[in-house]
């Protein structure tokens, strides 16, 4: 359907321009608009990618077709050529499965695109030294803070822990507001919440001195994972400092985290930007900050989620690889551009890339989640980075499992999780 599509665009555009008077146009916009820029994007997406190139770009037309987000990266696999996309909308670990098999190109960035984003951002999209996609937005978690209920911020994760224990067993902060409560234990209240997957516990991992793998200049080393590094050996005490108060940092996942928040009966809820239609939503009294430091000296951070724009390989074949090119990257008016990553910001919930975009949001809860973002790690692109996921969530899932005499202790986890990334990686 795609590839008639296509064809009936192109055969519009140019009878449009026969009677407007093509002879008239430069040669070189004469041929641009004899084509057109087919760009995959999400539900979220689509609008905004439509609204920004709605004049088309240099002349082609674009035309935006909407595909499930998680479906792009399979779709772009099995598509026929005639049918295929020259441009995708896509997360930045998809870099190393999609450059390894051929399906992206590498971009060329001029001086005045790199100096509007930021090198964790480009990293995010780059393999084996070429950048492959233009970031738009980035995403991370953050710690949300009912502010009745904690009226005041942790200064360390340990006044984290010792607060919400405070609030759920004594309702000196009331989720009511009524002074006749104060003294009593909230009902059914959970101190704080985090699923179990190595993902949102990462500002954890980072906060103690552990890792996914060594990197080098943006470059991770699967061969080199420091998920039990140095650090994190002669940190697990903290962790298991954690483990043994067994109210706190119990399993379970987002929906279950949400359900006691959102009933104002946890006082604490890691998540990230993909909450911030249900937080408005809420009308609850919020604050949104960066996990405060486990240990002194180390700066947790969370891991940064980026989204962007990638040129396939089939943009050459259909002609356009030039356009496509130049739309993704250009700093001025293309994906690139303050208008493109503000709109897109918008309509996804997501930080900017654009560091001068990202100044200028004026949504307070993005703004928030951005700025807790701030040095964090993006996650690795690479292939091997599987074996981070499932070997991370199945330690920390055995430190903290809701049933204390099947606890494991944090360093036998740790332990484990670093043998089992390294054998995963070796095959």
Aim: hydrophobic letters at 45%.
């Amino acid at each position: 359907m795609l590839a008639i599509s296509r064809r009936k665009a192109v055969a519009g555009l140019v009878a449009g321009l026969v009677v407007a008077g093509m002879a008239t146009l430069p040669a070189a916009q004469a041929a641009a608009a004899k084509k057109t820029i087919v760009i995959w994007a999400d539900s979220n997406r689509t609008a905004a990618v439509k609204s920004l190139f709605s004049a088309g770009w240099s002349g082609a037309k674009v035309s935006v077709v909407t595909k499930d987000f998680g479906a792009i990266r399979d779709d772009l696999g099995t598509v026929k050529a005639d049918a295929a996309p020259d441009v995708i909308v896509g997360a930045h670990d998809w870099t190393g499965q999609l450059a390894a098999n051929g399906s992206i190109v590498p971009l060329t960035l001029s001086a005045a695109t790199r100096a509007v984003m930021p090198g964790y951002a480009l990293d995010a999209f780059s393999y084996n030294g070429s950048v492959y996609g233009m970031p738009t937005q980035l995403e991370n978690v953050a710690l949300v803070r009912n502010t009745t209920l904690a009226p005041t911020a942790p200064t360390s994760f340990e006044q984290l822990r010792t607060m919400s224990k405070t609030i759920c067993d004594t309702g000196l902060a009331l989720s009511t507001g009524k002074k006749a409560d104060a003294g009593k234990p909230i009902p059914g209240c959970s101190r704080i919440n985090l699923p179990m997957n190595g993902y949102h516990e990462y500002p954890l991992l980072s906060g103690i001195g552990g890792g996914a793998f060594k990197r080098t200049n943006g470059t991770d080393d699967p061969n080199t994972p420091i998920f039990y590094s140095a650090a994190a050996q002669a940190n697990i005490d903290v962790v298991r400092g954690w483990a043994s108060d067994t109210s706190f940092l119990n399993k379970g996942d987002e929906d279950y985290s949400y359900s006691k928040f959102f009933a104002k009966k946890n006082p604490f809820m890691v998540t990230g930007p993909w909450s911030i239609g249900d937080l408005k939503k809420s009308k609850l009294k919020l604050a949104i900050s960066a996990l405060p430091n486990m240990v002194p000296g180390t700066n947790p951070v969370p891991w940064l989620g980026v989204q962007g724009f990638m040129v396939t390989k089939f943009a050459a074949g259909h002609g356009v690889a030039d356009l496509a090119t130049s739309m993704v990257t250009d700093s001025t008016k293309g994906m690139a551009s303050v208008k493109a990553q503000k709109s897109l910001a918008t309509a996804n919930f997501r930080a900017p890339a654009n560091s001068e975009a990202g100044a200028q949001v004026s949504d307070a809860l993005i703004a928030a989640f951005g700025a807790a973002g701030a040095g964090g790690i993006s996650m690795p692109n690479i292939p091997q980075v599987g074996c981070y996921w499932g070997s991370a969530g199945g330690a920390w899932t055995s430190i903290f499992n809701s049933s204390i005499a099947d606890r494991v202790d944090a360093g036998t986890a740790f332990a484990k999780a670093q043998s089992d990334i390294a054998n995963c990686v070796k095959g």
